[in-house]
């Protein structure tokens, strides 16, 4: 999964007898900060906007197209644990906890999923007066064969997978947009800070990506994981 970039120094010099420049693809980074110098010169930095769990669950996806379910199966799992991780954060951070606290008392579960979901489930249940809907023990027995125990899945079972995060996750951010939208707002706020340097003097470009978990998307489309990766495929064979 790459990315597309395109300088915005030249997207702004471009006039209707030239053409637009055209986008550099680059690779995913941790961070979400980008840094590139364009052919003629500039560089620009670019911030993308999506959370960890967005663009984790289209790497999933795109590791389906690519033939690598096992891969697909851990993506998807990061994806539903850094959601939980997204939550635990809208929740504290609706009710005016400083970012400072949170990071400080995260070290605390950052390497243990398990902490993190036991914290995950009763924010849930302090915000929703009920637990939440979690993956199913089946699922749940699957992905450990998968990541622990070397189980090789098929596509269609890679696929299965997928959507029932997906179907977990949804519902559940769609819930949290509407219940905790100061929360949401200043995880989002500060993921785009933390991409940036402390001591940033070049401007800083915020960009987005369409993903097939959206938080930005409003329009109510929710397309499954088969109709995400069919649109997916026809892109890809036009890069
Ligand atoms: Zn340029």
């Not at 939980?84 to 949170?102: H, N, T, V």
């Not at 939440?132 to 990541?147: C, G, S, T």
């Not at 933390?194 to 409003?218: C, F, H, P, W, Y």
Request: glycine residues 6%; neutral net charge; charged residues 25%.
């Amino acid at each position: 999964m790459r990315l597309p970039l395109t300088c915005m120094k030249c997207a702004v010099g471009a006039n209707a007898s030239s053409h637009p420049p055209y986008p550099k693809y680059v690779e995913l980074r941790d961070d979400g900060r980008y840094e590139f110098t364009c052919e003629k010169g500039h560089t620009t930095v670019t911030v993308l906007q999506e959370q960890k769990f967005e663009v984790l669950f289209d790497l999933g996806a795109y590791a389906i197209l690519d033939g690598y379910y096992r891969e697909a199966v851990a993506s998807f799992t990061s994806s539903l644990e850094r959601f939980y991780e997204f939550f635990i954060k809208a929740s504290l951070f609706e009710d005016g906890l400083e970012e400072s606290a949170f990071a400080e008392t995260w070290k605390e579960v950052s390497s243990q999923s398990e902490r993190q979901l036991g914290a995950f489930i009763f924010l849930y249940l302090k915000c929703f007066s009920e637990r939440p809907a979690l993956l199913r023990p089946k699922q749940i027995k699957f992905r450990n064969e998968v990541i622990h125990k070397g189980k090789i899945p098929s596509r269609s079972e890679a696929i299965d997978y997928g959507q029932a995060v997906l179907e977990t996750i949804r519902p559940i951010m769609q819930r949290t947009k509407t219940a905790l939208p100061i929360g949401v707002q200043q995880t989002v706020l500060n993921h785009l800070k933390n991409s940036r340097k402390q001591d940033e003097s070049q401007s800083v470009t915020t960009m987005t990506i369409a993903t097939t978990i959206s938080l930005n998307d409003g329009s109510g489309n929710e397309p499954s994981l088969e109709e995400a990766l069919s649109e997916k495929e026809w892109w890809r064979a036009r890069w």
